[in-house]
């Protein structure tokens, strides 16, 4: 059992930034991605960003350029810092943990309870 816990998330200006973390409850230095995914109301669940255990990063278009996502294996942890936020990211973000089968050691899959981040003046 994998336990994710987000936090940072909160009310924002318009233009403004968070710094999202996500802690845990094991190493995930052999978890092979971890990312932030969003669900915003009356739209699809949608990848934020993901970090792999070999190094590379993917974005969403839409956030491409404004946030940035880091993970520290040492740490457990993974987090998203957003910048120039606008009200299109107003959304409850979850964590994720995904790990791939690799012989005879499962895969699994979890996730937070998510952090809700609202942008509006």
């Known amino acids: 059992q994998v336990r994710l816990v987000e936090s940072g998330g909160g009310l924002v200006q318009p233009g403004g930034s968070l710094r999202l973390s996500c802690a845990a409850s094991?190493?995930?230095?052999?978890?092979?991605?971890m990312g932030w995914y969003r669900r915003a109301p009356g739209r699809q669940f949608e990848l934020v960003a993901n970090?792999?255990?070999?190094?590379?990063?993917t974005y969403n278009e839409a956030v491409e350029g404004r946030f940035a996502i880091s993970r520290d294996n040492a740490e457990n942890a993974v987090w998203l810092q957003m910048t120039n936020l606008g009200p299109e990211d107003t959304a409850v973000y979850y964590c994720?943990?995904?790990?791939?089968?690799?012989?005879?050691?499962?895969?699994?899959?979890?996730w937070g309870d998510g952090t809700q981040v609202t942008v509006s003046s």
């Open positions: 994720n943990a995904d790990r791939h089968p690799k012989g005879s050691t499962p895969g699994f899959d979890y």
């Open positions: 094991v190493s995930i230095r052999d978890i092979t991605v």
């Open positions: 970090a792999s255990i070999d190094g590379r990063v």
